[in-house]
């Protein structure tokens, strides 16, 4: 079997393979095995730190774009904070880190595919920057989210536009009404989603796209009917 995963509830953290992950030693174990709770085991889960670790995560990350960036204006470091702190990015790390390999499910969410889920890795790493932060201090989480996040921070040289800001800009510079958005389903357990959104711009086009969240679900249908849109004025 491989390493950590179908543990039992009961088993002891691994805290070699957390100090590989964090790199670092952990001092307070029961902060990081709350970090790494599910709420499907019935125990106390990691919402909290989650809470706090997001905070953390946007305050380094807006730090050091006004430090790296210093012509960029409030927009664009917003545009480039909501990238690098995004959902889909916080789980692509996790995932790399394999982090859900250390997070205890009950059984219903394992056999849902939790371990496998964007939503739980992204929630996951954002509970563990709160964690380290309460364990080791400000230094130690700052010094944990350069190192996964930094080299993206830098090659950010352009600033992303996000999809419905993009496409509400489309809208406004052609009078047409703004973008109306639209849930069509819903399906999936709660702690594994998925959504299907509508985008509309009156009655020109309409577009539909998935995601494991509303706002992620939302942000696809923008791009689809943004790039079909670019596409018919090519």
Same mark, same amino acid.
């Given at each position: 079997?491989? =390493?950590?995963? @179908?543990?039992?509830?009961?088993? =002891?953290?691994?805290?070699?393979?957390?100090?590989?992950?964090?790199?670092?030693?952990?001092?307070?174990?029961? %902060?990081?095995?709350?970090?790494?709770?599910?709420?499907?085991?019935?125990?106390?889960?990691?919402?909290? %730190?989650?809470?706090?670790?997001?905070? $953390?995560?946007?305050?380094?990350?807006?730090?050091?774009?006004? +430090?790296?960036? =210093? #012509?960029?204006?409030?927009?664009?470091?917003?545009?480039? %904070?909501?990238?690098?702190?995004?959902?889909?990015?916080?789980?692509?790390?996790? !995932?790399?880190?394999?982090?859900?390999?250390?997070? #205890?499910?009950? *059984?219903?969410?394992?056999? /849902?595919? @939790?371990?496998?889920?964007?939503?739980?890795?992204?929630?996951?790493?954002?509970?563990?920057?709160? &964690?380290?932060?309460?364990?080791?201090?400000?230094?130690?989480?700052?010094?944990?989210?350069?190192?996964?996040? @930094?080299?993206?921070? /830098?090659?950010? !040289?352009?600033?992303?536009?996000? =999809?419905?800001?993009?496409?509400?800009?489309?809208?406004?510079?052609?009078?047409?009404?703004?973008?109306?958005?639209?849930? $069509? *389903?819903?399906?999936?357990?709660?702690?594994?989603? #998925?959504?299907?959104?509508?985008? +509309?711009?009156?009655?020109? &086009? #309409?577009?539909?796209?998935? @995601?494991?969240?509303?706002? &992620?679900?939302?942000?696809?249908?923008? *791009?689809?009917?943004?790039?079909?849109?670019?596409?018919?004025?090519?």
């Amino acid at each position: 079997m491989e =390493p950590h995963r @179908g543990r039992l509830l009961s088993d =002891p953290l691994n805290a070699g393979a957390l100090a590989e992950i964090i790199g670092c030693t952990p001092d307070d174990l029961a %902060l990081y095995d709350l970090a790494l709770t599910h709420g499907s085991t019935g125990r106390a889960d990691y919402q909290r %730190l989650e809470f706090l670790g997001d905070r $953390v995560l946007g305050l380094v990350i807006a730090s050091e774009l006004y +430090t790296r960036f =210093p #012509r960029a204006s409030e927009g664009e470091m917003s545009s480039r %904070l909501h990238v690098l702190a995004s959902g889909a990015t916080c789980a692509a790390i996790a !995932q790399r880190l394999n982090l859900t390999a250390l997070v #205890r499910f009950g *059984a219903q969410a394992r056999s /849902d595919g @939790g371990r496998y889920s964007d939503n739980i890795a992204a929630d996951a790493i954002e509970a563990l920057i709160g &964690a380290l932060y309460l364990d080791r201090g400000a230094d130690a989480a700052r010094a944990f989210i350069l190192a996964h996040w @930094g080299d993206m921070i /830098d090659g950010q !040289q352009v600033a992303p536009k996000h =999809p419905k800001a993009a496409l509400q800009e489309w809208a406004l510079a052609r009078k047409r009404r703004p973008p109306e958005y639209e849930i $069509v *389903a819903r399906e999936g357990p709660d702690h594994s989603p #998925r959504f299907r959104v509508a985008v +509309t711009i009156g009655k020109l &086009a #309409r577009a539909e796209a998935e @995601g494991t969240s509303k706002q &992620a679900a939302e942000k696809a249908a923008a *791009a689809a009917l943004l790039a079909e849109l670019e596409g018919q004025s090519e």
